[in-house]
């Protein structure tokens, strides 16, 4: 790589020159710092050093260095030598691990260099010299949300900032001047009623191309993330760690690497974005909201589970009985059908937390397990809640006929006992099929789950299949807000693409059970003849009951 004369190469490093920094204190124009330099760590990493400083100057001396100064560029005589990147943990005094400006510009950093004597970190007592942690501002979301994805957060190596974020629009303030080096910018991984953003400092800027933060956002490599000007409300000094309170802006561009040693996008390009809409409508009040949300495989569904989980905290309550329904449909580009949701969760602690997952965890396993590219286009969801446990117990179910003849009317019940002993009776109807043989016939009455166990819908594996295929059959899996009832034969069976074939040969059942598109029918064993789905509107049902009718000759 040839540098240019505003570059000031790692071999060129001297200990004991004094360089300034550029960093935003305050608003949006940056502000200058004085640094010092204490020698060149060496492989602190895989080909990875580190220059060692003394920073001095503005509030750094009560405040250290602070999360969201990452990617603050430093300059010795007017040349750029790299970025502010790391700090010790609770040291008193803010000295910084500066990233090489080479490393953050090339993907191969050059070998290891020895232009100043390496500084040894048992200098330091024993103590860590690690990433300055990222912040991550939630606006419109819940305290409890926060607190509750707060460790998943943590081991992404972001550090959620409770209760802090907002849009620079509403604060007001700040200059529209053009970014550059030392200004902050958020990386907006959701945008719109509820916003997360990922705060840092731009390094340098060539041309249209944006260097930032000296170390890694996620680690994504290639990445789509929409990325908006930031502005500093005020800082926040702290014994473990400061940081500063800042609220994001107008959107500028995409990020569109996400390395080791930086993060760099493009200001010309625009990221592109899932919009997604939420209804809530509970029994304390109803409440939409409006956002874009990066799109990513494994980022996406947790973004999304977050989102839905704040939502329904913000409108209901999430602590005591409760019933969560959660339906709606995802939809994707290139022809593939929509994604069907239909979750409902009863419980008395935590409905709101499992309900939220369990309505993400097949958009996780269609976008993880696929093998062909999925592209988001939109997600409409609605959310109804209630504050009841409404969890009804299959307790019971008959015939009105025990034994029955080719062409007979059957009429069959299931009775089912909710809470505080209170019963529902649903009905289906069955009319024998002329042809039908002799012989004893089994009525299952069965909740959603033992239903998709019984024909293997549960037990299916994403990984390595087409999205058509893994779409098709996740639509097909039951709701568990009804009650369903299958008659069938036990006799051996194999499913074909969702349909039973009873009493085939010996060696064709062996061949076709091989496949994995088609596989033994098991659990409720057996060819089915018929079922029926009987709804039960914002409720769960669970259980399962047998019995049997004889088929006379």
């Known amino acids: 790589m040839l540098f240019g004369q505003g570059i000031l190469p790692l071999s060129e490093v001297r200990t004991g020159q004094l360089g300034t920094g550029k960093t935003v204190f305050q608003g949006s124009d940056p502000q200058d ?19 060692l400083a003394r920073l001095s100057g503005g509030p750094l001396e009560k405040t250290g260095v602070m999360q969201g100064m990452s990617g603050s560029p430093v300059y010795i005589d007017g040349k ?20 090489p400006i080479e490393e953050m510009l090339d993907s191969n950093p050059p070998r290891a260099v020895a232009a100043a004597p390496v500084a040894k970190l048992d200098g330091f007592g024993g103590a860590k010299l690690v990433e300055v942690a990222t912040p991550v501002s939630f606006s419109g979301f819940t305290r409890r949300a926060v607190e509750h ?42 945008s719109g009623d509820l916003s997360v953003g990922a705060d840092g400092t731009v390094t340098m800027i060539d041309g249209s191309r944006v260097y930032a933060f000296g170390h ?109 329904s959660i339906s709606g449909e995802i939809r994707f580009d290139g022809g593939l059908p929509p994604l069907k949701i239909h979750q409902s969760i009863a419980g008395d602690f935590n409905a709101p937390v499992i309900a939220s997952l369990a309505s993400t965890s097949p958009l996780a396993l269609l976008l993880q397990g696929a093998s062909d590219p ?38 069959i019940s299931v009775v089912l006992t ?96 091989r496949e994995p598109s088609q596989i033994p029918a098991t659990a409720l064993g057996g060819s089915k003849l018929f079922e029926a789905e009987m709804p039960f509107p914002d409720a769960v049902v669970a259980g399962l009951k047998t019995i049997q009718m004889e088929v006379l000759p």
Do not use: C
């Not at 409508?281 to 956002?291: D, F, H, L, T, V």
């Not at 609605?382 to 006929?401: D, G, K, Y």
């Not at 289906?428 to 998709?452: E, F, H, K, Q, R």
């Open 33 to 51: 710092f004085q640094v010092e330099i204490l020698g060149v760590l060496e492989n602190i990493g895989p080909r990875q050093n580190i220059i």
């Open 80 to 99: 750029l030598v790299g970025a502010v990147a790391l700090a010790f943990p609770f040291s008193k005094d803010p000295i910084a691990g500066i990233r």
């Open 149 to 190: 994805f707060a460790p998943e957060w943590r081991k992404l190596g972001l550090e959620p900032l409770q209760g802090i974020g907002g849009r620079a629009s509403v604060a007001g303030r700040g200059s529209q001047r053009p970014l550059e080096p030392g200004s902050m910018l958020s990386v907006q991984l959701i």
């Open 216 to 324: 890694r956002l996620l680690g994504l490599g290639s990445a789509e993330l929409p990325f908006s000007r930031s502005e500093v409300i005020t800082l926040l000094p702290s014994l473990s760690s400061s940081f500063k309170i800042s609220a994001g802006g107008e959107l500028l561009g995409t990020i569109t690497q996400d390395g080791n040693a930086a993060i760099s996008g493009d200001l010309r390009r625009r990221a592109a974005t899932v919009p997604v809409k939420i209804d809530v409508a509970g029994a304390q009040r109803k409440a939409s909201y409006r956002m874009d949300v990066i799109s990513h495989p494994v980022l996406t569904p947790f973004l999304l589970q977050m989102a839905l989980f704040s939502a329904i905290d913000g409108t209901e309550r999430t602590l005591g009985s409760s019933t969560v």
């Open 374 to 411: 999925v592209r988001l286009s939109g997600i409409d969801l609605t959310v109804t809640a209630a504050e009841t446990r409404r969890l009804w117990q299959i307790e019971h179910v008959s015939s009105s006929r025990k034994q029955v003849r080719a062409g007979d009317p059957v009429r």
């Open 418 to 513: 909710g809470a505080g002993g209170k019963e529902a009776v649903l009905h289906a109807d069955y009319s024998v099929p002329v042809g039908t043989p002799a012989g004893m016939l089994s009525i299952t009455a069965a909740d959603a789950i033992n239903m998709n166990l019984a024909d293997n819908r549960l037990g299916f594996s994403a990984f390595g299949r087409p999205a058509r295929q893994i779409l098709d059959q996740m639509n097909d899996l039951r709701p568990n807000s009804s009650a369903w009832v299958r008659i069938w034969r036990p006799e051996p069976t194999v499913q074909v693409g969702g349909t039973d074939y009873p009493n085939l040969p010996a060696g064709l059942t062996l061949l076709l059970s």
